[in-house]
C-alpha cells in the first residue's frame, strides 16, 4: 500500500544536493539533481550505515562522506567498492511546491 | 613509574580487536571541524586536469629517466637515472595508488580505475586487499585491532623500519601474500573485511600479477642480465625510500585509540618536489576527516580548517626531530606517544570513548 510523506519544500533542497529526511525511526536520503529532478533513497550507506546526507552530489551521483562510496540517485545502484550493495529507492513527486515521497 | 606494560594484539583477529568494539572504538563517530557547506561543496569538486597533468608528467618522467637508464646502463653513472627512476616508479605509485583508491584524484571514474591498478602494481600492493584494508584504515585509524595499516606497533620494530626504506619488511610478506591469492586463498585478517563478491578479483588480479613478473624474470634469464628487472620488480624496493620518508610522517609515534585525527594525523609542510610525488597527502589531518577532497585541494581545505588544527609541521626536520626520538622512546616504553597540542581557537578534543579506560 502506498504511503505518501511530505518531506520539505523543493527550494528547501539546493540544486546538485541531499538532505536528511527523518520519519519515524527511518531515516532517507532526499536528492535535487542539477535538473531539477528529485529523487529519495535509504538514509544509510549500505556499506557501514553513514548517513549519506554527509556526503555530496556530483553528475547524478551521491558520494559518501565516510569511505568515497558512490550511488546513483535515480537508481540506487551502487558504482563500485566500498559501496558494493544498491541502495533502496523510493517514488517522489511533487505536490503543490513539496516534495513528497512514497515510503511503502 | 608506571604499571607494568601488556604487549597489544595488532592483528585483526586478537584480544584488542575484540576490546575495541568494547569500547566502542570500532566504527565509531570521529571529530570533524565544522565548515560550512557551501565551501565544502565547492572544495570536494572532481576535476580531471590536474592529475591528467600531474599523471602525464609522472609517466613522461619514467619514461626519460627509464631511456637515460638503459643508455647508460654498464656504467656507474646509470644510478642517477635509476634513482630517479626507482622514485618515480616506487614511491610516487604510493600517492598515486591511495588517491585513486579514493577515486578522488580524477573527475572520471575510469581513469581513477586505470591509474589505481597500475600504481598498485607499481607500488607492490594489490588493489582489491588494499582498498578495502584502506577503507578499514579510514573507519577505524589507528585503532588497535582494528586497523589494519598501523605503521608502527609498539614497542617499533626499528630494524623493520629501517629495513622499509627498501620496502624489504613489507615486500616479501606481500609477495608472499600475493601467491598465496593464486592459490585462491585469503590471509585471516584479509577474511574480516574483503567482502565475500570481491575475492575472485583477489585471486584473479594476483595471477595476472605473478604472470607478468615471470615474464620480465624470463626475460632477464633469457638475455643474461638483470636490466629487464631494473625495470619492473625491483624499482619497487629500491625507489621505496622516498615514500617511506613521507609516509612515515603520516601517524607515527602518535595517539592510539583515539577518535579524532588531530591527535593521530600530521601534516606537515614540504617542498614541491615531495608535494608532486606524495600528491599532497602532506596535508593529513585534512585528508582523514574529510576523504571527499581531491588532493589538489588539500591546500584550500588546509587554510579553511588550520584554526581548528595542532600547528602543522614546518618540514622533514621539524617532524623527524619528533618521531625519531619518539620511536626510541616506545621501544623502551610503549605507552609513551606524542601528544598533539591543539590551539586555543580549536574546538576541544575529542579522545573518545576509550579515554578514561586507556592505560596511557
Ligand atoms: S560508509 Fe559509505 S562508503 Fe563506507
Redesign the pocket.
Known amino acids: 500500500m502506498e504511503n505518501w510523506v511530505q518531506v520539505c519544500q523543493v527550494d528547501d533542497i539546493e540544486a546538485e544536493d541531499v538532505i536528511r529526511f527523518d520519519h519515524g525511526d527511518r531515516t532517507f536520503a532526499i536528492y535535487r539533481s542539477d535538473d531539477d529532478q528529485y529523487y529519495a533513497s535509504d538514509g544509510l ?1 549500505t ?4 548517513h549519506l546526507a554527509g556526503g555530496f552530489v556530483m553528475d547524478n551521483i551521491i558520494e ?1 562522506p ?4 558512490r550511488f546513483d540517485i535515480a537508481t540506487g545502484e551502487a558504482k563500485g567498492a ?2 558494493c550493495i544498491d541502495l533502496r529507492t523510493y517514488p517522489v513527486k511533487i505536490e503543490a511546491g513539496r516534495v513528497v515521497i512514497d515510503i511503502s | 613509574m608506571t604499571a607494568e606494560f601488556t604487549k597489544r594484539d595488532y592483528s585483526l583477529v586478537g584480544l584488542d580487536s575484540k576490546l575495541a568494539e568494547e569500547k566502542g572504538l570500532a566504527n565509531a563517530e570521529w571529530y570533524a571541524s565544522e565548515i560550512p557547506r557551501k565551501r565544502m561543496k565547492e572544495l570536494i569538486q572532481r576535476r580531471n586536469g590536474p592529475a591528467i597533468r600531474d599523471t602525464a608528467i609522472w609517466f613522461i618522467l619514467l619514461i626519460a629517466s627509464g631511456t637515460a637508464g638503459y643508455m647508460l646502463w654498464g656504467s656507474w653513472w646509470a644510478i642517477l637515472p635509476f634513482m630517479i627512476y626507482g622514485v618515480l616508479y616506487g614511491s610516487a605509485s604510493d600517492s598515486r595508488w591511495h588517491e585513486c583508491s579514493h577515486r578522488t584524484a580524477f573527475r572520471t571514474k575510469w581513469m581513477n580505475d586505470v591509474v589505481y591498478e597500475i600504481a598498485s602494481f607499481m607500488v607492490m600492493r594489490e588493489s582489491v586487499p588494499w582498498r578495502w584494508s584502506h ?1 578499514r584504515h579510514h573507519t577505524d585509524t589507528i585503532i588497535v585491532g582494528r586497523d589494519p595499516e598501523i605503521p608502527a606497533p609498539r614497542p617499533p620494530d626499528l630494524l623493520g623500519i629501517a629495513m622499509s626504506l627498501f620496502s624489504l619488511k613489507t615486500g616479501p610478506g606481500e609477495i608472499l601474500k600475493v601467491l598465496l591469492h593464486c592459490t585462491g586463498r585469503l590471509t585471516a585478517a584479509e577474511e574480516t573485511y574483503i567482502p565475500g563478491e570481491e575475492q575472485h578479483k583477489v585471486y584473479r588480479n594476483a595471477r595476472i600479477w605473478v604472470l607478468i613478473h615471470a615474464l620480465v624474470i624470463a626475460v632477464a634469464i633469457g638475455s643474461g642480465s638483470i636490466l629487464p628487472l631494473m625495470y619492473i620488480g625491483l624499482p619497487s624496493f629500491y625507489g621505496a625510500w622516498e615514500q617511506l620518508l613521507c609516509g612515515l610522517t603520516q601517524h607515527i609515534g602518535l595517539a592510539e585509540d583515539v577518535l579524532d585525527h588531530r591527535l593521530n594525523c600530521r601534516t606537515v609542510y614540504m617542498n614541491p618536489i615531495s608535494r608532486f610525488l606524495y600528491w599532497e597527502m602532506n596535508y593529513h589531518v585534512e585528508h582523514h576527516m574529510f576523504p571527499m577532497v581531491p588532493y589538489h585541494n588539500l591546500a584550500k581545505l588546509h587554510e579553511e580548517l588550520k584554526h581548528d588544527m595542532p600547528v602543522p609541521y614546518s618540514g622533514f626536520w621539524e617532524v623527524y626531530r619528533e618521531i625519531i626520538p619518539a620511536l626510541f622512546r616506545q621501544v623502551k616504553d610503549p605507552r609513551y606517544y606524542v601528544k598533539r597540542q591543539l590551539p586555543g581557537s580549536a574546538r576541544p578534543a575529542m579522545p573518545g570513548p576509550a579515554a578514561a579506560m586507556m592505560t596511557e
Open positions: 550507506c556499506h557501514e550505515e553513514v559518501c565516510k569511505h568515497n562510496g566500498p559501496a | 577503507t
